[in-house]
């Protein structure tokens, strides 16, 4: 009798095996797929700031005001680190900014700086001037505007 209980014992096909080895190989596979790929982003983080909006205003016979409007669109926090004003750190073209450099920016935070500039040589109304963002990270952002 033990034996006859032995002999009726049967397992799984070799296809259905097959089949469920080949499932499991796969939900694993987009399991490990999906946690690399988490891990891919923590490293491919990026800066990229946007200026949204640049414009300049005369402030009556002294100069005029610049205001930019910036925006962190990047995955990663930025630092604007200098101002440059066609190609000049704004110091040594006597330039003054309403804000202390360095300015962090997280992501998705939008800030506003303002640049007063002198009139005189080469400030002169009609002129064009480059305004460009220096960050920690090496990038720099260049907009231009037009003096009233």
Not at 16 to 31: E, F, K, N, S
Not at 58 to 69: P, Y
Request: charged share 20%; net charge negative; with cysteine.
């Amino acid at each position: 009798m033990s034996r006859r209980l032995c002999a009726d014992k049967r397992g799984i096909s070799p296809v259905v095996a097959t089949v469920i080895l080949v499932a499991v190989t796969i939900v694993v596979a987009v399991a490990v797929a999906y946690w690399m790929g988490g891990i891919a982003g923590l490293y491919t983080r990026y800066e990229k700031l946007e200026i949204s909006s640049i414009y300049a205003e005369a402030i009556k016979d002294d100069g005029w005001t610049i205001t930019v409007s910036v925006k962190n669109t990047g995955s990663a926090d930025a630092t604007i680190d200098n101002v440059l004003l066609n190609g000049k750190p704004y110091s040594t073209v006597s330039a003054e900014l309403n804000v202390t450099l360095p300015v962090p920016i997280s992501v998705g935070q939008q800030t506003g700086i303002e640049i007063d500039v002198p009139k005189g040589e080469p400030f002169t109304p009609g002129v064009s001037v480059e305004v460009r963002l220096h960050t920690a990270g090496g990038q720099e952002y260049p907009k231009t505007v037009t003096l009233p």
